[in-house]
Nanobody
């Protein structure tokens, strides 16, 4: 079984920064994709950014230039550095690992951007 544990959410003022972390444990292939999604109240869960084990990244247009996704394969950990945060970034952020066409999700971490 695969477990994902997220950390790093919280309350931040507009223009501020946060760094999310997600550590994966369990049994999965070393070749996989990890990423971050977010869900605001009353809205669907949307892609924020993903990164393959080879380092290929994809970002949502709304976060390009402000967020950076990275990973340390040896630690099975993915990070999301979020800069220039806006109130519309407020959401629960979920980590996902795709392994052999199966998706595993973390429990989510709340990010609130407010003055």
């Amino acid at each position: 079984q695969v477990q994902l544990v997220e950390s790093g959410g919280g309350l931040v003022q507009p223009g501020g920064s946060l760094r999310l972390s997600c550590a994966a444990s369990g049994s999965f292939f070393s070749i996989n994709t990890m990423g971050w999604y977010r869900q605001a109240p009353g809205k669907q869960r949307d892609l924020v950014a993903i990164i393959t084990s080879g380092g290929i990244t994809v970002y949502a247009d709304s976060v390009k230039g402000r967020f950076t996704i990275s990973r340390v394969n040896a630690k099975n950990t993915v990070y999301l550095q979020m800069n220039s945060l806006k109130p519309e970034d407020t959401a629960v952020y979920y980590c996902k690992l795709r392994n052999n066409w199966t998706d595993y999700w973390g429990q989510g971490t709340q990010v609130t951007v407010s003055s």
